[in-house]
């Protein structure tokens, strides 16, 4: 059994193995071809990324730092509607906001003509936002609550008594702010921006759209339009290293996290009170709060309900709700295949590691885990990279037909990219059983398999309800890899938003975006309602 899910494992780790193995067969013409990128196209990748990067870094550093600091630190109008209201840009793909800003702050969008018939004015008032800095803040307003969510888990429970102790010793508030509440915060902060930092690497949807050149976009192009895999392989390898290194710095920042439940902690952070913000103060924290949620999903949502409803009133409605329905139904069939899979896997495997399974196959568990920080482009080039190897040795063998034209490819590739999701659930479900109830169940003649199915199993069913609409809800929103693998005649939501999009019929892509929207708002939903079921000040978290 533990050999079979090693390999099991394995089998997950075999993309990133192929983009990186793409390096052992170079040869003469591929170091030409590196060369070539190294004279042309590479600098740019680089720097685009670079800069794209830095700029959400501190982005998302500065709107979710703050917020979160506002959020857990001050009392102010309105605070407990955006402890859960700065969650929902999270619903928003950033793909679907960037489609919804462009037809909003576009030079024929609503607003500039509003501006234009108003003021006189000629010509476009603002630069266009497909750019490099209009993408920029595309991922910070979707990405924020990342930082949003760990800073505040950082602050709400141990800054609060600690600022109120600082101030019996005299310290005044900015102080406070600065020598007790933002050491606590750097871990998370860390932590929240490389998650960010990942998720802008690995986005295709927005890079594309704004025509940007990205590694990302650099590796769709080498692949699909210029047919080039060891270009497209070795674009995906320089991607794959820069995503190691931001893990590393995510799990570097989340080792220095540490949380106690204590009951004196409990107490003293249930006496402590956040610092009362009056007047101006007040005013201006409730919208440096509002202000994200209003330009990451209210907006948003409300521009592309303007478009379903000018496009639904026009005498040729360009979507027909029967394909629509189609492209739903492969959404949906898609991702509760791949759902149910994923926490089928996560389940088996963590019910091994309960056991306290060989060494290989833990090391095998922390190598799926690591799938969810893989970009879906680069699990499309190392999905497809050993097939065009099988394909050339074995000719009639068929191993291309079967992966991209079937669900296998597809949902091989979900599986790398998600499983880590299911399983990262299910061992925080495990995390809540004491082993003792293990070892009573031992004693009473108990065998594995009615261990898991009588006792596990009922009580993971929350953990796996959540593994399974996690890894739902990615499905649904998944682009990249999806793009690359699906069979004909398997268009989902998100890959149907995206080509409307791409050929400017921003009309019909707002129905596809806002259905995605909507989907990704349960996850959202439900996440907040468990934060604000926690009680405040039951964990205690100091940073070393």
């Known amino acids: 059994m533990s050999r079979l899910l090693t ?18 067969a170079l040869d003469a013409a591929s170091l030409a071809v590196l060369r070539h990128q190294l004279d042309t196209v590479l600098p740019e990748y680089a720097l685009n990324s670079l800069l794209l990067a830095l700029a959400v870094a501190l982005g998302v550093a500065l709107v979710g730092g703050a917020t979160a600091a506002l959020v857990a630190l001050f009392e102010f109008p309105l605070r407990r509607v955006f402890e859960w209201a700065l969650l929902l840009p999270l619903a928003m793909p950033a793909y679907v906001l960037a489609y919804a800003a462009t037809d909003f702050l576009q030079y024929s969008g609503p607003l500039q003509r509003a501006l234009r018939e108003a003021t006189g004015a000629q010509g476009a008032l603002w630069p266009d936002v497909r750019s490099l800095w209009g993408a920029a803040a595309m991922f910070i307003l979707c990405l924020y609550p990342y930082v949003y969510l760990l800073a505040r888990a950082a602050l709400g429970e141990r800054a609060v008594p600690l600022m109120e102790a600082a101030r019996l010793l005299g310290a005044g508030t900015l ?4 020598e007790v509440a933002l050491p606590l915060a750097r871990p998370a902060l860390a932590a929240g921006v490389a998650l960010a930092l990942m998720e802008t690497l690995a986005d295709y949807g927005v890079g594309s759209y704004f025509g940007l050149q990205t590694f990302t976009t650099g590796i769709y192009k080498a692949w ?3 047919f080039d895999r060891d270009a497209a392989a070795q674009l995906a390898s320089l991607l794959l290293v820069l995503v190691a290194l931001l893990l590393w710095v995510e799990q570097r920042a989340q080792k220095r996290l540490r949380f106690s439940a204590t009951r004196s902690g409990a107490l003293h952070a249930a006496e402590a009170r956040p610092i009362e913000l009056r007047g101006a103060f007040a005013v201006l924290a409730t919208a440096v709060c509002a202000l994200p949620v209003l330009l990451g999903f209210v907006l948003p949502v409300a521009v592309l309900l303007r478009l379903v409803w000018i496009e639904a009133g026009t ?4 979507l027909p709700l029967a394909r629509f329905a189609q492209w739903s139904w492969t959404s949906f069939k898609l991702a509760a295949l791949a759902a149910l899979l994923a926490t089928a896997v996560a389940l088996v495997l963590g019910f091994a590691l309960r056991l306290r399974g060989s060494r290989a196959l833990r090391t095998a568990a922390r190598v799926v885990s690591l799938g969810y920080a893989v970009p879906g482009a680069v699990i499309a080039v190392g999905i497809l990279l050993p097939v065009g190897w099988l394909q050339e040795r074995f000719p009639q063998g068929g191993t291309t037909a079967l992966v991209t034209g079937t669900l296998f490819g597809l949902m091989y590739a979900y599986l790398v990219r998600f499983s880590a999701v299911a399983l990262q659930s299910v061992e925080a479900g495990y995390a809540r059983l004491p082993l003792s109830i293990d070892e009573t169940a031992r004693l009473l003649g108990a065998s594995r398999g009615r261990l898991f199915a009588e006792l596990h199993a009922p009580l993971l069913r929350r953990a796996a309800m ?3 609409l996690l890894v739902f809800v990615d499905v649904m929103k998944e682009l990249p890899a999806t793009l690359v693998l699906r069979p004909f005649n398997s268009d989902t939501l998100a890959v149907v938003a995206y080509q409307l999009a791409r050929d400017e019929r921003l009309g019909e892509a707002a129905l596809p975006s806002l259905a995605i929207v909507m989907v990704g708002l349960i996850p959202v939903l439900l996440l907040s309602r468990s934060l604000r079921a926690e009680p405040r000040g039951a964990f205690s978290a100091s940073s070393s």
Not at 315 to 318: A, I, K
Request: contains cysteine; glycine residues 10%; aromatic residues 6%.
């Open 466 to 468: 959540a593994a399974l």
């Open 7 to 24: 390999l099991a494992c394995l089998l997950l780790a075999v993309p990133v193995i192929g983009v990186l193995g793409s390096w052992l």
């Open 224 to 226: 699909l339009v210029m």
């Open 315 to 318: 005498s040729e409605f360009g």
């Open 175 to 178: 102080r406070r702010v600065r």
